[in-house]
């Protein structure tokens, strides 16, 4: 999807601590924007090293990065980073708003994108099982494929390949009060179907 020029690539360790090496061939890339996925500890690092650099090039990446559980340890240098999901706390749609504020009654505490997806998982199921039984495999499949519940993501289907038909939205980092969280900016795929779907032979 993306059309534009690569500045350059570079590839980490896992486990990698230190990234001024990486950090100082982005700076001297002539890039317009950084986009990267470490897992865990991983990003967080990086993003500490990256805000401490001077580096004053945008950085982004996905969602799952720039988790609710994340924020916390990245702290202010998350600040600002736009990052893509198929699911943030401020959708508003009815189903969502009820998870949000569940969740945030039972943990006091912002829900995660995990758990967002666990929510869905577990209605879906749900779902299925108020339709048939486990005992007769295809029923249950076919209840599974027609997802008849209502998702926090919103509009929400299953593909020809058993992936999700779902909108994917730009988030940026902020901070409401004390609270580092993610809002929605912008909407950038609508009923979006995975790239391979039509090479899937199921």
């Given at each position: 999807?993306?059309?534009?020029?690569?500045?350059?690539?570079?590839?980490?360790?896992?486990?990698?601590?230190?990234?001024?090496?990486?950090?100082?061939?982005?700076?001297?890339?002539?890039?317009?924007?950084?986009?990267?996925?470490?897992?865990?500890?991983?990003?967080?690092?990086?993003?500490?090293?990256?805000?401490?650099?001077?580096?004053?090039i945008p950085v982004?990446?996905?969602?799952?990065?720039?988790?609710?559980?994340?924020?916390?340890?990245?702290?202010?240098?998350?600040?600002?980073?736009?990052?893509?999901?198929?699911?943030?706390?401020?959708l508003d749609n009815?189903?969502?708003?009820?998870?949000?504020?569940?969740?945030?009654?039972?943990?006091?505490?912002?829900?995660?994108?995990?758990?967002?997806?666990?929510?869905?998982?577990?209605?879906?199921?749900?779902?299925?099982?108020?339709?048939?039984?486990?005992?007769?495999?295809?029923?249950?499949?076919?209840?599974?494929?027609?997802?008849?519940?209502?998702?926090?993501?919103?509009?929400?289907t299953f593909n020809?390949?058993?992936?999700?038909?779902?909108?994917?939205?730009?988030?940026?980092?902020?901070?409401?009060?004390?609270?580092?969280?993610?809002?929605?900016?912008?909407?950038?795929?609508?009923?979006?179907?995975?790239?391979?779907?039509?090479?899937?032979?199921?």
């Open positions: 999807y993306y059309k534009g020029e690569l500045a350059g690539e570079a590839y980490t360790q896992i486990g990698q601590a230190d990234y001024a090496a990486e950090i100082a061939q982005i700076r001297d890339s002539g890039a317009d924007s950084v986009f990267f996925f470490l897992p865990g500890g991983m990003g967080i690092s990086f993003m500490k090293q990256y805000a401490q650099s001077g580096v004053n982004m990446g996905p969602g799952f990065s720039f988790d609710q559980d994340i924020l916390p340890a990245v702290g202010d240098a998350a600040l600002g980073v736009k990052n893509s999901a198929s699911w943030s706390r401020d009815e189903a969502n708003k009820q998870f949000v504020e569940a969740f945030k009654a039972e943990y006091n505490r912002l829900p995660s994108i995990y758990a967002a997806q666990s929510w869905d998982t577990a209605n879906l199921i749900l779902s299925a099982l108020s339709k048939a039984s486990v005992k007769d495999k295809d029923a249950f499949r076919a209840a599974l494929k027609a997802a008849d519940f209502k998702s926090v993501r919103g509009e929400f020809t390949n058993n992936h999700p038909v779902q909108n994917i939205y730009v988030r940026e980092v902020v901070k409401e009060g004390d609270v580092l969280t993610n809002k929605i900016i912008a909407t950038a795929f609508e009923h979006h179907k995975d790239a391979y779907a039509d090479q899937c032979k199921m």
